[in-house]
């Protein structure tokens, strides 16, 4: 499996532009986790998905943020407007669950968007 | 709520050194528990998943064990690589949720 796959790498954009990051997760996996990334307040969890519904949003900082996941095999992180201090490293990561056939709760990361707001 | 806490902040050794990573969290009730490695610029890589029943795991020159008892774990090196330097992250998941609680992280570099 190629694991799983963000996109874009990186992304530099103007204050005010509309951001969407992308997510494959591995197949099989029925989790899904957006993780955003900063020196200042290290790993923070932002959403999570299970069999594609989303659990808990908690972590979400504002209404500028959205995620969806319309299938097991892509999902979307959203922000608009963007701001100066949503500048961060974007992670998607995904596990197989556990109580599931061969589910350890192994989470796996993606590679990570680097978002830069100017 | 359950907090992570990994000590040194920060660690540098000599190359050849075997060396220990340390791991706390504050509440025992734990499903797994899980080691990263985090190279700069870089995604997560997972290293090693220790389940709540188990003491220890073994990856090549890795070994992490696991103390829920004492809320402790550890991630023990031998022979220390400069291709080990890195971010070292460990990350549980508590008993009935999906999420991971992480440490900080362990910043180690081995000289040549």
């Known amino acids: 499996d190629a694991g799983v796959i963000q996109s874009p790498r990186h992304e530099v954009t103007e204050m005010g532009q509309e951001v969407t990051l992308r997510c494959k997760p591995i197949?099989?996996?029925?989790?899904l986790f957006w993780y955003r990334q900063t020196m200042m307040r290290g790993l923070e969890l932002l959403i999570y998905?299970?069999?594609?519904?989303?659990?808990?949003d908690s972590g979400m900082p504002e209404d500028r943020f959205s995620a969806k996941m319309p299938n097991a095999s892509f999902s979307t992180l959203k922000i608009q407007p963007s701001e100066p201090r949503d500048s961060a490293v974007y992670f998607c990561?995904?596990?197989?669950?556990?109580?599931?056939?061969?589910?350890?709760?192994?989470?796996?990361f993606g590679e990570g968007s680097r978002l830069t707001v100017l | 709520k359950q907090e992570v806490t990994q000590i040194p902040a920060a660690l540098s050794v000599p190359e050849g050194e075997n060396l220990v990573l340390n791991c706390s969290f504050t509440d025992s009730a734990i499903y797994n528990l899980q080691w990263f490695r985090q190279d700069p610029g870089k995604g997560l890589t997972s290293l090693l998943l220790?389940?709540?029943?188990?003491r220890e795991q073994t990856s090549g020159r890795l070994n992490a064990s696991l103390d829920k008892s004492s809320g402790r774990s550890t991630l023990y090196i031998a022979a220390s690589q400069p291709g080990d330097s890195a971010t070292y992250l460990c990350?549980?998941?508590?008993?009935?949720?999906?999420?991971?609680?992480f440490g900080k992280g362990t910043m180690l570099l081995v000289s040549p």
């Open positions: 998905f299970n069999n594609n519904v989303p659990i808990d």
């Open positions: 990561a995904s596990s197989l669950g556990p109580g599931l056939a061969g589910g350890t709760g192994e989470l796996f």
């Open positions: 990350a549980v998941r508590p008993i009935g949720y999906s999420t991971l609680t």
């Open positions: 220790i389940q709540s029943s188990q």
């Open positions: 197949s099989g996996h029925n989790s």
